[in-house]
């Protein structure tokens, strides 16, 4: 992913084909610059080495169609039972990034991401939020269309997050929809949104881990498809937001970038004297 903010210019399902005019989702603040904002942590110790995370991208930013092709094929493969509709940018809300921070432990590698939607009133009826995530550390054992993929480090991982919520893959594909009595259960519904992904720290064997996710607002008539798909339950998509990490693993420490910038300092005090000090050629 790149690190300048997309716009989300047109959304295409498999059922449907809808375009918009450019419009882009409004964030608050501009990123980077959230309230508890932190673009990275590390080098701590991890193992035999060292480990960092890193935002990516380091600042939120809003949806792109290429994006749309893969998310149909995962939705269905995991959720079938559903179709998709464009409900178009709602121009009245702005996306409050609240929380945005890379976390290394030195046990574990993340992110903190919370976000809060303003005005309320203009959230849509029946919102739910559709998080799909990406990542090369597959925990879930799905990896799109692969509803039975290989877990660990090394791994794809192409999911809708949330399956893991039901024994079932018809089950919901909302974020924000718990089983009853589900523990892991916690306040994030629309408006507000939060997620604290975490991963074990990369090795030398699997250096570098990538953790991708993107973010809709949703409306749905109900969180569970139709059993017997007559008819379907429609999936209507708005805004989204792109948010990430990334992290990595060193067998040294990483030289902090003011000894870089002292260590460039005395070469270049150095290259100096020396050229003061060699003799004009006669």
Same mark, same amino acid.
């Given at each position: 992913?790149?690190?300048?903010?997309?716009?989300?210019?047109?959304?295409?399902?498999?059922?449907?084909?809808?375009?918009?005019?450019?419009?882009?989702?409004?964030?608050?603040?501009?990123?980077?610059?959230?309230?508890?904002?932190?673009?990275?942590?590390?080098?701590?110790?991890?193992?035999?080495?060292?480990?960092?995370?890193?935002?990516?991208?380091?600042?939120?930013?809003?949806?792109?169609?290429?994006?749309?092709?893969?998310?149909?094929?995962?939705?269905?493969?995991?959720?079938?039972?559903?179709?998709?509709?464009?409900?178009?940018?709602?121009?009245?809300?702005?996306?409050?990034?609240?929380?945005?921070? !890379?976390? @290394?432990?030195?046990? &574990?590698?993340? #992110?903190?991401?919370? %976000?809060?939607?303003? =005005?309320?009133?203009?959230?849509? +009826?029946?919102?739910?939020?559709?998080?799909?995530?990406?990542?090369?550390?597959?925990?879930?054992?799905?990896?799109?269309?692969?509803?039975?993929?290989?877990?660990?480090?090394?791994?794809?991982?192409?999911?809708?997050?949330?399956?893991?919520?039901?024994?079932?893959?018809?089950?919901?594909?909302?974020?924000?929809?718990?089983?009853?009595?589900?523990?892991?259960?916690?306040?994030?519904?629309?408006?507000?949104?939060?997620?604290?992904?975490?991963?074990?720290?990369?090795? !030398?064997? @699997?250096?570098?881990? &990538?953790?991708? #996710?993107?973010?809709? %607002?949703?409306?749905? =008539?109900?969180?569970?498809?139709? +059993?017997?798909?007559?008819?379907?339950?429609?999936?209507?998509?708005?805004?989204?937001?792109?948010?990430?990490?990334?992290?990595?693993?060193?067998?040294?420490?990483?030289?902090?970038?003011?000894?870089?910038?002292?260590?460039?300092?005395?070469?270049?005090?150095?290259?100096?004297?020396?050229?003061?000090?060699?003799?004009?050629?006669?």
């Amino acid at each position: 992913m790149g690190t300048t903010v997309k716009l989300w210019l047109s959304l295409l399902f498999s059922l449907t084909l809808l375009s918009e005019p450019g419009l882009a989702t409004t964030f608050n603040p501009v990123q980077p610059g959230a309230t508890n904002y932190r673009a990275s942590q590390g080098p701590v110790a991890c193992g035999a080495g060292f480990c960092t995370t890193t935002l990516v991208p380091p600042g939120v930013g809003s949806l792109t169609p290429n994006q749309a092709t893969a998310l149909t094929s995962t939705f269905d493969a995991q959720f079938p039972g559903f179709s998709y509709a464009y409900g178009g940018a709602i121009n009245a809300l702005t996306w409050n990034i609240t929380t945005y921070q !890379a976390v @290394n432990t030195g046990t &574990n590698a993340g #992110a903190n991401f919370a %976000l809060n939607l303003t =005005p309320a009133g203009s959230v849509p +009826a029946n919102a739910h939020w559709v998080q799909w995530v990406t990542d090369n550390y597959n925990i879930t054992g799905m990896n799109g269309t692969d509803t039975a993929a290989a877990k660990g480090p090394g791994q794809p991982e192409d999911t809708i997050d949330g399956s893991y919520k039901s024994t079932t893959y018809a089950g919901s594909p909302f974020y924000d929809v718990f089983p009853p009595g589900d523990p892991n259960a916690f306040n994030t519904t629309p408006p507000i949104f939060s997620d604290s992904p975490r991963r074990p720290e990369p090795t !030398a064997a @699997n250096p570098v881990i &990538n953790w991708d #996710a993107w973010l809709f %607002l949703v409306s749905a =008539p109900q969180t569970q498809a139709n +059993a017997g798909n007559n008819p379907l339950v429609q999936v209507t998509f708005y805004d989204g937001a792109n948010w990430g990490w990334q992290a990595t693993y060193s067998a040294t420490a990483p030289l902090p970038s003011t000894w870089i910038l002292m260590f460039a300092g005395l070469g270049i005090f150095g290259f100096t004297m020396r050229r003061r000090s060699t003799p004009a050629p006669a």
